[in-house]
């Protein structure tokens, strides 16, 4: 029963990127007519010999309006295939991690406006508190990203613990934290973690005393995260 359960899943899950798929195809198709259409009506404008001679001034604001509307046309085109692109990516981590769309789009959002790969967002946060909202450590450390409140205060100095609970907050800063923290540390994505988990204080005195602050945080996080460069262990 279980293993037929997971195959209607997995068929579900199969369906729906097919759906999402098959509009956006659907979708940026009838952009690409309309696109053609006014691009080749400019082109007859302007190079077909046989059209009855008109004022200049009106052949001139016809070819004006035609590369306005074809301009916006291409405009629609990116940002469609842009949200199309969200759409996708955000019911595949959905699916993947088995947290809500809403959450899914929340932690896909903030990543990006930060500065980091979304797949690096959703690990960081399902090693920090397991998609869990109300996630405190012993720490002081609060909500997804697992962000302590002083730390907080660096980003927004009015900022209480109660407003650090806010989901769209707590994950902007957390990101933001961890961006910060690759610059600090020479884009090394695996100290810049460590340090995350750590402090950077704390890592940064173990770097100048030639230890290794490695403590499998960083191989926890980075597992299923796209390969990138690395100058120590985890």
């Not at 198709?29 to 009506?41: D, N, Y």
């Not at 004006?64 to 629609?76: K, P, S, V, W």
């Not at 690990?123 to 002083?150: C, D, H, M, T, W």
């Amino acid at each position: 029963m279980a293993r037929w359960t997971l195959a209607q899943r997995t068929t579900r899950r199969k369906r729906g990127r097919w759906l999402v798929r098959l509009r956006r195809s659907a979708s940026l198709v009838g952009l690409a007519l309309l696109i053609g259409v006014l691009a080749a009506t400019l082109k007859s404008l302007v190079a077909d010999p046989h059209q009855p001679s008109a004022p200049n001034e009106a052949v001139f604001e016809a070819m004006a309006t035609l590369q306005q509307e074809l301009n916006e046309a291409r405009g629609n085109a990116t940002v469609l295939e842009l949200k199309l692109e969200r759409a996708t990516s955000v019911i595949e981590y959905s699916s993947q991690y088995h947290i809500p769309a809403d959450l899914a789009g929340g932690i896909y959002d903030a990543a990006l406006s930060e500065g980091i790969h979304p797949a690096l967002g959703f690990q960081l946060v399902k090693v920090e508190s397991g998609f869990r909202a109300g996630a405190v450590s012993n720490k002081g450390a609060i909500g997804y990203a697992q962000v302590r409140l002083p730390t907080a205060q660096v980003y927004e100095p009015d900022i209480t613990a109660e407003g650090l609970q806010d989901r769209d907050t707590n994950l902007r800063i957390g990101f933001r934290f961890l961006k910060d923290l690759m610059e600090r540390f020479d884009n090394d994505l695996r100290v810049a973690l460590l340090a995350y988990n750590r402090g950077p204080t704390r890592v940064a005195e173990i770097l100048q005393a030639g230890g290794d602050p490695a403590n499998g945080y960083s191989r926890a996080v980075l597992k299923g995260v796209p390969t990138v460069p690395s100058k120590m262990g985890s």
